[in-house]
């Protein structure tokens, strides 16, 4: 899989959080992605949520994750893409419907 930069990509980590977050950096050399605005996967009782990952950070500024750290990267099912960007920017994406009736 080819990673791309300005996309959003699930994550599961070593320590078994999956989280979810867009990459605007990789830096091979050093061994990190850059990302954005990580937010972690928790289950709820009306099904899947996302939480802030680092309450204390600046969300405007690129946080490095240890490329090490991670276990599995997947592209995100395109709800969970959509929930992140309303969660991130207060935008809620349209989506392409056919409407009966």
Known sequence: MLIE???IYTFKLTNGDEIVAKIVDIDSDRGYYGI????????GQQGLQLLMS???ADPDKIIR???ITCVMIS???AEVRD????ATTGIKPVTNKILMG
């Open 83 to 86: 929930s992140y960007v309303e």
């Open 54 to 56: 680092l309450f204390t």
């Open 36 to 43: 954005t605005r990580p937010l972690t996967v928790i289950p």
């Open 75 to 77: 592209c995100c099912r």
């Open 65 to 67: 994750l240890n490329n």
């Open 5 to 7: 930069l300005n996309e």
